[in-house]
């Protein structure tokens, strides 16, 4: 657990959103994300969020400042000191959003039906990624169907392998299709008992 920095002399009880009854001080220096995103919302209409990130900002302090990770109040973005979620940013609505590039931001994209570039390519590396080692574990065994269609996916030839394999997988649904069809055709000319 972090040690906790004590509030400087303009956070007052009075004004400061943090220095409410319901307001838990561990939030703004845990690892927790939801945590984090708790403090960070909170900060957003607080009436002293500028001198509060001004002041962490010159004492270099870590943990939420002002509705702000140290990395954004110092502009950076590669402090690998700060919590791993401190690129997390506040929008004009007061919404959490995650830094543009990972999952997390691409999937609150789609949802919002907004276009961000850095995502969609993040997106598109993440997949590809995940169906070369899809790729890899299917010539591990000597090829599959599934690695067939995943050759198809990434506009590629399929591989021998993968060839045999789709054939083996078709001839065997074929058999099977051709074994019901006759045995439904075998009931239906027996007599009833």
Same mark, same amino acid.
């Given at each position: 657990?972090? !040690?906790?920095?004590?509030? +400087?002399?303009?956070? &007052?009880?009075?004004?400061?959103?943090?220095?409410? +009854?319901?307001?838990?001080?561990?939030?703004?220096?845990?690892?927790?994300?939801?945590?984090?995103?708790? *403090?960070?919302? !909170?900060?957003?209409?607080?009436?002293?969020? *500028?001198?509060?990130?001004?002041?962490?900002?010159?004492?270099? #302090?870590?943990?939420?400042?002002?509705?702000?990770?140290?990395?954004? $109040?110092?502009?950076?973005? %590669? %402090?690998?000191?700060?919590?791993?979620? %401190?690129?997390?940013?506040? %929008?004009?609505?007061?919404?959490?959003?995650?830094?543009?590039?990972?999952?997390?931001?691409?999937?609150?994209?789609?949802?919002?039906?907004?276009?961000?570039?850095?995502?969609?390519?993040?997106?598109?590396? $993440?997949?590809? &990624?995940?169906?070369?080692? #899809?790729?890899?574990?299917?010539?591990?065994?000597?090829?599959?169907?599934?690695?067939?269609?995943?050759?198809?996916?990434?506009?590629?030839?399929?591989?021998?392998?993968?060839?045999?394999?789709?054939?083996?997988?078709?001839?065997?649904?074929?058999?099977?299709?051709?074994?019901?069809?006759?045995?439904?055709?075998?009931?239906?000319?027996?007599?009833?008992?």
């Amino acid at each position: 657990m972090p !040690t906790l920095i004590p509030a +400087p002399d303009f956070v &007052t009880y009075a004004r400061a959103n943090c220095a409410q +009854p319901d307001s838990n001080p561990e939030h703004w220096h845990s690892d927790n994300p939801k945590e984090l995103a708790t *403090a960070i919302n !909170t900060c957003h209409d607080c009436p002293l969020k *500028a001198p509060c990130a001004t002041y962490a900002t010159t004492h270099n #302090l870590t943990g939420i400042w002002g509705g702000l990770t140290r990395a954004q $109040r110092n502009g950076t973005t %590669d %402090d690998t000191t700060v919590h791993p979620h %401190d690129d997390d940013w506040i %929008d004009d609505t007061g919404r959490t959003r995650r830094a543009c590039g990972t999952h997390g931001a691409y999937m609150q994209h789609r949802r919002r039906t907004e276009r961000c570039h850095r995502c969609e390519t993040a997106q598109a590396d $993440r997949v590809e &990624t995940g169906r070369r080692q #899809l790729l890899a574990d299917a010539h591990t065994i000597g090829g599959t169907e599934q690695g067939y269609y995943t050759h198809r996916r990434l506009n590629e030839r399929p591989c021998d392998l993968c060839k045999a394999a789709m054939r083996r997988a078709s001839a065997e649904r074929k058999a099977q299709r051709d074994a019901e069809k006759a045995a439904a055709t075998r009931a239906a000319y027996e007599p009833a008992a």
